[in-house]
């Protein structure tokens, strides 16, 4: 059985990836490709690196059980929460988008630091 938190990440990348794929079939219906930046990032971020980080869990179970792991999660997807719409808005240029951009961004970045620091430690 794939640990818990393996499965929160893969079911939630899935659903990064359905809403990525919809956006970017949404622009090729449109022939408009502003929002493209937004779609790539979801699909890079929502879908390939979080779906990673729940197959890694699914290799290190003893990595996956402590608390650091389900932290990391929220904080992953706090930060996809906040980065992609930031982007989505930056990109339209609506005002609040670069702030939320630039907090969700760093919000990631601190999701991977902590994946880091669960896969560097013994
Ligand atoms: C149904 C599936 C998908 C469709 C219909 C789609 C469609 C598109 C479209 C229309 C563009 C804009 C092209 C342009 O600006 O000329 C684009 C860009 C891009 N897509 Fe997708 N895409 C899909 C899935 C994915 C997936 C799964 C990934 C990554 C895992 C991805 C990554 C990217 C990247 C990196 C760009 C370039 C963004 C940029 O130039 O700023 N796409 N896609």
């Not at 794939?2 to 809403?19: D, E």
């Not at 059980?65 to 996809?80: D, E, H, K, P, Y």
Request: positive net charge; charged residues 5%; contains cysteine.
């Amino acid at each position: 059985m794939m640990p818990k938190i393996s499965q929160w990440f893969i079911k939630s990348a899935i659903i990064y990836l359905i809403i990525g794929m919809c956006g970017g079939i949404l622009m090729g219906m449109k022939q408009d490709f502003t929002l493209a930046p937004a779609h790539a990032h979801l699909n890079l971020i929502g879908w390939v690196t979080l779906a990673l980080m729940g197959l890694y869990y699914n290799v290190h179970p003893l990595k996956a059980a402590g608390s650091l792991a389900r932290i990391q999660f929220w904080v992953s997807t706090v930060g996809v929460w906040i980065m992609i719409p930031g982007l989505a808005l930056t990109l339209m240029q609506i005002a609040p988008g670069e702030l939320l951009t630039i907090l969700g961004s760093i919000v990631t970045l601190a999701g991977v630091v902590l994946f880091a620091i669960n896969v560097f430690r013994d």
